[in-house]
């Protein structure tokens, strides 16, 4: 009885025509447009102009991709620079390799740049597209199932992952598709955010902060179940250590910026009109405004009427 399982792709590549995509680079593309699309939608709600989550997109993502293939390389720096390889192909990031953590950490500090020359808090624009990021990492897992990677411990579960590459280390089978996992733990992460972020009103960076310790407490078992080559510490697996450390270090932020800062900010981008979108459909402002200019509307109808009562009192008097 053949035992069922997802097969991979027997290439990488895709062709429109004579021009070749790859499907781990086409992966990123697709969810770094997601990632701004969400994450447009959500600052618009929060008071800001269309459009600034992509400006500000235009210096997160390349220091982002930049990031994630450093931390990569460094952390696996035997893929590159040991006996045998070619340091060339640290720079082949089209073939896969990138570490969420350094994209994340480095990405931060390109939406810095971007936000300071607008005037954004930094973290009212985390806030916007932490969602957006996590969906990304959804979509972009996606390419190690185009390359052949980031798969788990051997199975026959029906829902394994046929390897067929013998290359790099690879011995042909079905295994645990961590890839999937993680893709489906990710869109879960955004779910969250989006509903904790609607219920708690989350400002000041804490629905960044969900998502990063959502994130890694998906990210700790999935690793635990990874069996490429990778550096372990006491038992662990680096990456383990990782999430358990930024995952501390999220939970912390939450707790203080909570009693710093509660509540959310109520601008979001200098000069811009109105307020956050609320629940009903107006801005915040625009609530208010028309919750305190409804008494006085009241009374100038009351002046009105007095004013025609007293004329039609006094042209009564001539008359009589």
């Not at 990456?239 to 358990?244: I, L, Q, R, S």
Request: charged fraction near 20%; proline fraction near 5%; include cysteine.
């Amino acid at each position: 009885m053949e035992i069922a399982y997802i097969p991979s792709p027997s290439s990488g590549v895709l062709y429109l025509g004579p021009v070749p995509l790859r499907g781990y680079a086409f992966c990123i593309i697709i969810g770094v447009f997601v990632a701004v699309w969400l994450g447009n939608k959500r600052w618009i709600a929060r008071g800001g102009r269309a459009g600034t989550v992509a400006d500000i997109a235009v210096w997160a993502v390349p220091f982002g991709l930049i990031g994630g293939r450093l931390y990569h390389v460094i952390t696996d720096y035997q893929l590159y620079f040991s006996e045998g390889r070619d340091w060339v192909d640290a720079f082949k990031i089209w073939e896969g390799g990138l570490g969420i953590w350094g994209a994340i950490a480095v990405g931060a500090l390109g939406a810095w740049i971007g936000c300071r020359r607008r005037g954004i808090p930094l973290p009212a624009y985390a806030d916007a597209i932490a969602p957006g990021i996590a969906l990304a990492q959804a979509i972009g897992r996606w390419g190690n199932w185009f390359n052949q990677e980031l798969y788990g411990r051997a199975t026959d579960l029906p829902w394994a992952v046929e390897i067929t590459s013998g290359t790099d280390g690879r011995e042909p089978g079905t295994y645990h598709p961590t890839f999937l996992y993680e893709s489906l733990w990710c869109i879960g992460v955004a779910l969250l955010v989006i509903w904790a972020d609607r219920r708690f009103k989350l400002g000041h960076g804490r629905a960044f902060a969900l998502y990063v310790a959502a994130y890694c407490v998906g990210r700790f078992w999935i690793e635990y179940m990874r069996v490429d080559e990778a550096h372990h510490i006491l038992g662990l697996r680096l990456n383990n250590w990782t999430a358990v450390l930024v995952f501390l270090l999220a939970v912390l932020y939450i707790v203080l910026s909570a009693r710093k800062r509660p509540g959310r900010e109520d601008v979001v981008e200098p000069g811009v009109s109105g307020g956050p979108v609320s629940d009903e459909g107006g801005s915040d402002e625009e609530t208010a405004s028309g919750e305190k200019d409804a008494p006085a509307a009241e009374e100038d109808s009351e002046a009105e009427a007095a004013d025609e009562d007293s004329k039609d009192g006094a042209g009564s008097a001539k008359k009589s």
